[in-house]
């Protein structure tokens, strides 16, 4: 999906984070996983990640939600939609979005509530559509969350993609732009001869719970790696080629690129590969690991607080989800 309004004048005008407390070291995995000491961050290149106690979905949501408010200055009664966008859900029915209007006291009947699911490029997804709302003057704030608890159906017998994926949440405020804040050029893309190769088969209507045939690690996710690695190289390149074309840009236009922190070596490819210079690429994946689609907004928000994006940086937030899913963004923070 190529979107064509080049310029749309928007801001996210606040952020927000949420990482639950308990810090799982990739030595606790080499034990739990019975892998001789180092494999696991030599493997994934994840030193520590965050899982969840008791937090819960939507308690993640609103926290990250609270920060993202009070740094937008944005007033609960204000918000006109709220857009949750993840792959994991807190429930299949109602949304997820619903239980964050709830948990954060936004006034009933005073914003919408719905759901994106694009997999990791769910928030990159949702911000496309916060904007399109804001820009036409349909909303004057939205608050679009991102909470993602992976923790609760890893597959240990699956460690080398178990161990990548960590807990966590972000929000983001986004509201008219009159400072020169702005997106620009997006490009989305699916090549579904993808789609069985990440995948999490249960509780839908495929594998119901009805279904005597259904099994309980049918509720666990399932991936695999080096066959997505193989496909992202052979479509991402071209990809990148027609967005650029599409932005009028090159690889060193960006003063940041964020991207998805799918793995140690996807990360690799996008300097590599891609052909965009160290110092540009944002990462976390060390201390964070793969958050699914908080994984962007995350590494985006920390390099926002740590000073390494600022006000007026143009910034390419680009990625891959299961599907196979292919999202870039032209943002001018």
Known sequence: MDNTNRFRAVRI????????ERRVS??????AFGREPGWTARTTGVVERRYVRRETTEQMAACAGRHALQSAGVAPEDVDMVI??????????PCTAVFVQRELGLPEGGSICFDVDATCLSWLVALDIAANYVAAGRARA???VTSEIASCSLNPREPESAALFGDA??????TPSTT???????LFETHS???DLAEFSGAGTRHHPNDPETRPEMNMFRMQGRAIFKMARRVVPPFIERFMEGAGARCDTFDAVVPHQASKMGLDAVT???GFRPEQVITNLATRGNCIAASIPLAFAEAVGAGRINRGDRVLLIGTGAGLTLGAMDLWF
């Open 13 to 20: 005008a606040g952020l927000g984070t949420f990482l639950p």
């Open 26 to 31: 990739s030595e606790e995995l080499d034990a």
């Open 84 to 93: 949750a966008a993840a792959a994991s859900s807190r429930q299949s029915v």
């Open 142 to 144: 939205v608050l679009v």
């Open 169 to 174: 949440a972000v929000a983001a405020v986004v």
């Open 180 to 186: 020169g804040s702005r997106i620009g050029h997006v």
């Open 193 to 195: 001869s993808g789609a």
């Open 272 to 274: 590599e590969r891609w």
